[in-house]
């Protein structure tokens, strides 16, 4: 059994503007102590498919079908008092800017020591103790002294620290990283991959990672989600999507990245750009700026098929486009 | 004769209360050619920005001077400074707070026309062949910023920074606010200009990739100083400046299994309010001596056309 299990999930916003499918039929799943990186383009729907399994979507927003489970327990039909208990304890989330979570007006250490309390029952002499240690665990240099400052009088790669610190202070067995790194420079982002791979690797806690860049995901991954248009289109190990993409988005994805290595040639990119919620195209979302649509493309949505063990892809061609067939013909020309 | 130099350039800002100020821009000096395009990277509050704005004179440096073609245009302003600010444009890198919510497609492309005094006759056709010319079609002028996507606004951005020929462009982080597949028609895009055009460009970014991808030579600015420059060949290859080679090790590559030897920096850049002494990046670096605490290494050329500020390496 998955720790983690995602089926059919809708998530959609009603707006004046109309109906915003965010999250329009997500099913994914996370093993203990398994990292799953979610990959998509802004739109895609990665942060309110994480909000939604933390049970924090915002208003106007809600789930509208399908479930969400964590160890075998059914996350909707629970109370809001169990669902409390299990965020923090055992599911956690960092988001990418700290300071929408961070309390302004109260000390760090203060903060990281208030879970301790609720959900340990931490003495508030333990909690502060605690929360020093978990500062000097997630590498902040000083931490009895940081513990007494307020979040301002921090870096952004501090409070980073801070707010993983605060996400792992009771031991959660599921960490959802939403965009944790994309707001820092790239050297205090590899600090912040290192201590979560290391952290992971002493706790053994699982992780959902959504990022957009799909340096980071070649980097944490031990499998990948990719997103587009509220839909996963699709999931395979990291070593199988980095190495034989079958879905044509997200081929496009990996041949839009400029390489460090060079020689420098001209990138292939993808045509056009991310739909909107409330205009989906219809049949295959992607069809629009995919170079393989078909007729079929246009009017009939592709199920998710596995293309290879532990390999799944919505495509109607992803039997034709293997590791081996870069030539398919395209369904344009 | 390089299109455009700057030598000892040097911008302090008044820093919030007290007085104080803050060194953003500290003896740079740095040159473009004719049809060349210049990278400048590094992480943020490094003064990237900063120089590209003192470049453009959209900013009055504290010290240094800046000449365009040869002729020193640090002193000018006004009528004098005109002619020169049609060679030199700029492209932002938020599309949608650079472009005037309210004003058409066609009226954004006819401002700087009319700035610059170009006859009105020309104007229609000239609106025309920017829009092809950056992918959008003529069809779009009479549409508002918000009808487009994040990309097709970099495109207007582009177009408008194109409108009256420049020769010189600074283009700030033009790609990083867009998406990635969107990011690959943009400087695909600026690629093709530059061929067609002619265009120098100096591309600030912190995307290391996107700088290797553009630029034939790369500048490399930690707190304010060029700590390196190279050929792009040469400088992501043979990386010399301690900074610059973890700033390239830290750089993740969509690579699955490549587990590189990573340098991992210690801490935080330094604000820019409290610059370490001798040199900048001395805090931080895994070989600093005690020489390095005391003196601040000038650039010194290790081989023809390669520089670095390092007195270890
Ligand atoms: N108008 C200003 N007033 C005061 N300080 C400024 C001003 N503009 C820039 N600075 C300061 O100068 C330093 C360099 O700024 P600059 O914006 O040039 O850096 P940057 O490398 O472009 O950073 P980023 O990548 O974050 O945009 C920063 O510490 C910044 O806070
Ligand atoms: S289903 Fe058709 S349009 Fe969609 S990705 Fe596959 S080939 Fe392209
Ligand atoms: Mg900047």
């Given at each position: 059994m998955a720790l983690l299990e995602i089926k059919d999930l809708q998530t959609w916003f009603e707006t004046e503007a109309g109906v915003v499918r965010?999250?329009?039929g997500v099913s994914l799943a996370v093993a203990e102590g398994e990292t799953v990186a979610l990959v998509g383009e802004s739109g895609s729907g990665k942060s309110v498919l994480s909000l939604s399994v933390m049970g924090l979507?915002?208003?106007?927003?809600?789930?509208v079908s399908g479930s969400v489970s964590y160890a075998g327990r059914d996350l909707a039909g629970m109370s809001e008092r169990d669902r409390r208990g299990l965020r923090g304890r055992e599911m956690a989330m960092i988001f990418q800017d700290p300071m929408t979570s961070?309390?302004?007006?109260?000390?760090v250490g203060e903060q990281i020591a208030e879970p301790l309390r609720f959900h340990?029952?931490?003495?508030r002499r333990d909690a502060r103790k605690r929360a020093v240690e978990l500062l000097e665990e997630v590498g902040l240099p000083d931490p009895a002294e940081r513990a007494?400052?307020?979040?301002?009088?921090?870096?952004g790669g501090m409070r980073q620290r801070v707010m993983i610190a605060m996400a792992i202070a009771c031991g959660p067995k599921l960490l959802i990283a939403d965009e944790?790194?994309?707001?820092?420079?790239v050297t205090v982002q590899a600090q912040i991959l290192d201590l979560l791979r290391d952290l992971q690797k002493r706790s053994g806690m699982a992780m959902l990672f959504v990022t957009h860049d799909l340096g980071v995901v070649a980097e944490i991954a031990d499998r990948v989600a990719v997103l587009y248009a509220g839909k996963v289109v699709e999931d395979a190990s990291a070593g199988d999507l980095f190495?034989?993409?079958?879905?044509p988005y997200t081929r496009g994805l990996l041949a839009s990245v400029p390489s460090l290595?060079?020689?420098v040639s001209r990138l292939t990119g993808i045509d056009g750009s991310v739909p909107s919620g409330i205009d989906r195209p219809s049949g295959c979302a992607f069809h629009p700026r995919?170079?393989?649509?078909l007729d079929l493309c246009r009017n009939v949505e592709p199920r998710t098929e596995?293309?290879?063990?532990g390999h799944f892809v919505r495509c109607h061609r992803h039997e034709e486009l293997t590791?081996?067939?870069?030539e398919v013909h395209s369904g344009i020309d | 004769m390089a299109l455009i130099e700057a030598r000892g350039l040097r911008k302090d800002f008044d820093a919030p209360g007290r007085g104080r100020t803050v060194?953003?821009?500290?003896?740079v000096n740095l040159r473009v050619e004719a049809g060349e395009v210049v990278g400048l990277v590094g992480e943020s509050g490094s003064g990237k920005s900063t120089v590209g704005r003192l470049l453009l004179r959209l900013l009055e440096p504290t010290a240094g001077e800046i000449l365009f073609r040869g002729q020193d245009i640090t002193a000018l302003d006004g009528e004098s400074l005109r002619p020169f600010r049609r060679e030199m444009q700029m492209v932002f890198q938020d599309p949608y707070a650079s472009l005037?919510?309210?004003?058409?497609v066609s009226d954004i492309l006819e401002e700087p026309l009319r700035v610059h005094g170009?006859?009105?006759?020309d104007w229609e056709s000239r609106i025309e062949d920017l829009l092809v010319m950056v992918g959008l079609?003529?069809?779009?002028?009479?549409?508002?910023?918000?009808?487009?996507?994040g990309g097709q606004r970099q495109r207007i951005g582009i177009a408008r920074s194109l409108a009256v020929e420049p020769s010189f462009i600074v283009a700030?982080?033009?790609?990083?606010?867009?998406?990635v597949s969107v990011q690959a028609q943009v400087l695909n895009l600026l690629a093709d200009l530059r061929a067609r055009l002619g265009l120098a460009m100096l591309f600030v970014a912190h995307d290391l990739a996107v700088v290797r991808h553009v630029a034939d030579r790369v500048l490399v600015m930690y707190l304010g100083r060029i700590v390196e420059e190279a050929t792009a060949d040469v400088l992501f290859a043979d990386p010399v400046h301690p900074y610059t080679e973890a700033l390239l090790s830290a750089a993740p590559v969509p690579?699955?299994?490549?587990?590189r030897d990573r340098i991992v920096l210690q801490g935080?850049?330094?604000s820019p309010m409290a610059i370490p002494s001798g040199c900048a990046f001395r805090t931080r670096c895994?070989?600093?001596?005690?020489?390095c605490a005391e003196e601040r290494p000038e650039l010194e050329e290790t081989s023809p056309g390669h520089w670095k500020a390092c007195w270890v390496r």
């Open positions: 965010a999250v329009d979507v915002p208003p106007p927003g809600r789930v961070l309390n302004p007006v109260i000390r340990l029952g931490l003495s007494k400052a307020h979040p301002h009088a921090l870096s944790p790194t994309t707001a820092l420079d190495d034989a993409p079958r879905m290595a060079g020689p995919c170079s393989f649509a596995r293309a290879a063990p590791p081996e067939s870069s | 060194t953003a821009v500290d003896g005037n919510r309210r004003m058409r170009v006859p009105k006759g079609g003529p069809d779009v002028r009479s549409r508002f910023p918000h009808e487009f996507s700030d982080e033009p790609v990083s606010s867009l998406d690579v699955v299994g490549v587990r935080d850049i330094p895994h070989l600093a001596e005690a020489r």
